[in-house]
């Protein structure tokens, strides 16, 4: 099973958590439904969505109100420190939370006490809190975009706010932002670095870049990058290793701009979640095709 | 001759400014150092939004740097306005500064600005808010929901609604963006 960690704009929408799932254009999770746009629920439903194509795993989800005052973020941080012992789960993703150092170390010590360690993918605020907190190696994945990549090589900023200037500017030298992350134990054993080229990486570098195909739209439009880390959840959780299931991610991703005829800066992110099956079926028929020589149909499914 | 004692008084004079003059109220929570930068700046202190030093960080914080000579005033007119700061402390080492680099895209029909981890993109005819991206605290999404679909002057500005340092960068490439149109 998938865990995914997140928050939703709503200040009354109460702690739930439960299976997740899409009832017409909304999330559905514990009685409720929840309007898919970008944020957590963006990454859920792009989750959900890979998942039904590929037959992968169920979705747990944990989601609370919070519009930055913090309130939800930290009781939902206090649910995690006293039941997380409780799950099991193959992957967690932690996503949109207040960031906070030391709650973040309580959470981390109560994966400590689950039954088998999942997998651990954190973006968004929660990748701030634990790069923060000093304990980015305890991660599996981050993955950061270009501005979140230059706050992660640097040493001393708390946020991607305090960035200094002489790390921002080097916003096109990617692995030698990369690079310092690493040296300065900033980054998780893997990144996943969302721009204009996606590449992946750990300690030794670059290992693979994916550029192709390309949409300049997509930067502008909220929610592509939860998109993404939805799809490297669901890949991770099918069991593909992490280098393969962040390129099928990247690869899926981009994708889905090639279903949309009229992508424009100014396209919502519910538009390219409904594409999610077909992008993905064509990469996971190609990937197939390159592992074990089974050409794909001319025609993918879910066309 | 001399010139060597003057280089080594200028980063002295500089220190005093930077640090034995000055000041940094510290607040429950962001939303409320907005709210006091606003009150401060609107009243004609000359003030500063700056990161607070490691020793009291705890994630998404921002405090506010003062004159230090000021203090009475400062916090009177903040009090009077509802939003007392907990504490002043004196400066004692550099803090953390805000970015201040903007990059802007042409997409054509559209404009995009990024602050920090931030972007903002809008149709340059009607100057609708068609999009907002990045970020990673919680009140990016609610601000999204608030401002796009709206036009510049009609969007509430992610000043006044933010609560964090995402949504303090929001405000600064909504600031840059309205200087572009």
Redesign the interface.
Known sequence: MLGIVGTVPYPQFPLSHGIAGVRGNHLHLSGQDIPINRGTPALIAAALKASETIKGPDIYAFLVGDIGKGHGSRALYHFLEQHLSEFDFRVLTFHYLQPDADWHNRVLFAVETMKQRPVLIADAGFMYAAKMSGQAPSYDFFTPDAGELAFLADENAPHPFYTRGFILHQNNKVPDLIRRAYQHGNAAPYLLVKGESDCIADKNGIIETVNSPSYEAMEAIGGTGDTLTGLLSVLCAAGLNPAEAAVLAARSNREIGSHIPCLTPATQIAELIEKIPRALTGVTEEYKYRQEGVRPPPFSAGT | MFGFLRKKSEPDKKKSRTSADRGILVFE???EVIQAENVLKKAGWQVRVM?PP?EI?????LVIEFPLTAELNIVRELRKAGIPPLQTVPVTAPL??????F?T?D?G??L?V?A??M?I?V?KESLTI?????????????L??QM?GKTLSESPRPGDL????????LELAYQELCRKC
Do not use: W
Request: hydrophobic fraction near 30%.
């Open positions: 929570n962001t939303a990161g490691p960080q705890s994630g998404c914080d953390l500064t805000p970015v201040s680099l990059h895209k997409f029909k559209y995009m990024r920090a981890n972007k993109t149709e068609v999009n907002i991206s990045g970020g990673g605290c919680p009140d990016v999404p609610f999204a929901g796009v933010g609560h964090t340092l995402c949504g303090y960068a």
